[in-house]
């Protein structure tokens, strides 16, 4: 008796919870096909042993097809919330299919909220990269491109005044690379984050003010991967710092010019820490079929200790990357949850490194273009 009383409660309590929340579901496929150049970001030339090779030996390129899922579940009751996603993706290369790979990205989100001004957040993730190689882009450490990474943050919303939003979240990482030979590479990290955005009306229209930093230290574990720190250790720490401006032209248009501030203090050997910085700006356009987003940025990196060189000597300057970087995506529905879409994508690096013995620290340039099809359901 005992037993279908417990029961009957808690069967009670569910149709009560389900009566008062509400689940919402979202689920799209897309598929792109298109060409990239560079996709391991090699430099042009690299000697070895002796041996010149030139960018036909070193740049790969090729005509790829992209699978995309991305699924959305989200449930509310009283003054909770949980959202969850999952988005598997494989970028498959026609001629080089080795080099073909796929990842998955997994995200639990909760959040509680206490007052209309205080909510209470939280975040589980997980991203599987599964890709074999090493990448031109690396610097300091060797990162394969293949890895693991799972995190967690948890931290409070605030609304202290009118028309303001406060985040401040406490966050952890951890990310194991796939290991390359007899080197190995793993890291944790974990940090604070703090973000505010004021909005106010002109004309009608909103605009935001925001403004984000962070502080995270990184602990790396190099496994037969550093001949200069013998120990395989490596203690870094980051601090970034954002400023943007949402400026809208309408209803349907708007933009948002940004500068970015980024520093790592190297506390293992001094040698890796460097200033980042620059500007950037974002497109956003929307109507009832249309969508275009775009963004573009230029990035200088200059490293507080590294020396550049030529091939024969250094040239007595430090180390300095310049980054330019765009990214559009685009779509228009056709009907019946069907949208044509496009991707351009074009990263351009410049350094002061010239050195043909080396493959870190070297320009490089990657780009790639596709046009496919979005299915909604």
Do not use: C
């Amino acid at each position: 008796m005992e037993n279908r009383n417990i029961i009957l409660a808690v069967l009670i309590v569910f149709i009560y919870a389900i009566g008062f929340s509400q689940s919402k579901n979202t689920f799209d496929i897309e598929t792109q096909g298109g060409y990239e150049y560079n996709y391991f970001k090699s430099p042009k030339e690299v000697r070895v042993n002796d041996s010149v090779l030139s960018k036909e030996d070193l740049i790969s390129s090729g005509i790829y097809q992209d699978i995309s899922i991305n699924y959305k579940y989200r449930y509310k009751w009283k003054k909770n919330r949980i959202r969850l996603s999952l988005n598997p993706f494989s970028r498959l290369f026609y001629e080089n299919f080795d080099d073909s790979y796929w990842s998955l990205d997994t995200r639990a989100k909760y959040d509680h909220r206490f007052t209309k001004k205080t909510t209470f957040l939280a975040e589980v993730r997980f991203r599987r990269m599964n890709r074999e190689g090493l990448g031109g882009d690396q610097d300091v450490l060797i990162n394969p491109l293949g890895y693991t990474n799972y995190g967690a943050t948890a931290g409070i919303k605030l609304m202290p005044f009118n028309a303001n939003e406060m985040t401040l979240e406490g966050f952890y990482n951890f990310k194991n690379f796939d290991a390359f030979g007899v080197r190995d590479l793993q890291f944790d990290e974990f940090g604070i984050q703090f973000s505010s955005v004021q909005s106010f009306t002109v004309n009608r229209l909103e605009h935001k003010i925001k403004v984000n930093t962070y502080f995270k230290k990184r602990k790396y574990d190099t496994f037969n991967a550093s001949e200069i720190d013998t120990d395989g250790e490596r203690d870094w720490d980051y601090i970034k710092g954002g400023l943007f401006y949402e400026l809208p032209f309408s209803e349907k248009f708007k933009i948002k010019p940004n500068f970015v501030y980024y520093v790592r203090i190297d506390n293992s050997t001094g040698r890796s820490g460097f200033n980042q910085f620059g500007p950037g700006i974002n497109m956003r356009y929307k109507n009832k079929t249309t969508k275009v987003r775009a963004s573009l940025s230029f990035i200088t990196r200059k490293y507080k200790e590294i020396e550049a060189r030529n091939t024969e000597i250094a040239i007595g300057e430090n180390l300095k990357y310049q980054y330019a970087n765009f990214h559009l995506n685009a779509s228009h529905q056709i009907g019946n949850g069907f949208s044509l879409t496009a991707t351009l994508y074009s990263r351009v690096r410049s350094t002061n490194y010239t050195d043909i013995d080396a493959r870190s620290f070297r320009n490089y340039r990657n780009q790639y273009a596709g046009i496919g099809v979005l299915w909604e359901l």
